[in-house]
């Protein structure tokens, strides 16, 4: 597991386009004011980048997912926790960011992730990309603002498919 944090502009782009889905996409939820996505960034033949709203990530290195969720009211800061849970210990962590306070479990299966920072433009979000060793299946990740669980995101780590699309529909 990587930490892969998207430029601000580029989350910024990212969430303008992903707003525009259909409020019955069941990967787009509006919760007591917030609007909330889980995805992953895709790269076309020009190296463009765009977010894909799925539950199912390739298992391919370097593959960045993650969520983002645009908040209901405007804070100066805001305190937020992530935990995430794997089926299985990944190989590393890898490379982790310095302004967050981190806790591995003993079994190394959860990490959390607690921070506080301004919303950019409203948005917070946390990305991380694929590495060697990572487990396939399913994996939660659930995030709290000021200590409230505000949403979980259950999603799964699959093998790419041959098709050359980095997901396969259901």
Same mark, same amino acid.
């Given at each position: ?6 430029? &601000? $502009?580029?989350? $910024? !782009? $990212? !969430?303008?386009?992903?707003? /525009? #889905? /259909?409020?019955?996409? /069941? ?20 190296? =463009?980048?765009? !977010? ?11 593959? #960045?997912?993650? +969520? ?8 100066? =800061?805001?305190?937020? =926790?992530?935990? !995430? ?14 302004? #967050? ?7 190394? =299966? ?14 917070? /979000?946390?990305? +991380? ?13 659930? &995030?709290?603002?000021?200590? &409230? ?7 799964? %780590? ?6 050359? %699309? ?5």
């Amino acid at each position: 597991m990587f930490r892969k944090y998207a430029a &601000v $502009l580029c989350c $910024l !782009f $990212l !969430f303008q386009g992903a707003a /525009s #889905a /259909s409020v019955s996409d /069941s990967l787009y939820r509006s919760s007591g004011g917030r609007v909330v996505f889980f995805g992953i960034i895709e790269k076309d033949a020009q190296g =463009k980048e765009s !977010f894909v709203k799925t539950d199912r990530v390739p298992l391919q290195e370097g593959q #960045a997912y993650g +969520w983002m969720i645009r908040l209901a009211s405007p804070a100066a =800061k805001v305190k937020w =926790k992530e935990v !995430f849970t794997l089926p299985a210990a990944p190989e590393t962590w890898g490379t982790l960011d310095q302004g #967050a306070s981190l806790n591995v479990s003993p079994d190394r =299966k959860v990490f959390v992730t607690e921070k506080e920072e301004p919303p950019r433009e409203g948005i917070i /979000s946390n990305f +991380w990309s694929v590495a060697p060793g990572d487990p396939p299946g399913p994996h939660v990740i659930r &995030v709290y603002i000021n200590d &409230v669980l505000v949403e979980t995101f259950h999603f799964k %780590m699959v093998e790419p498919s041959a098709s050359g %699309m980095s997901v396969q529909p259901d």
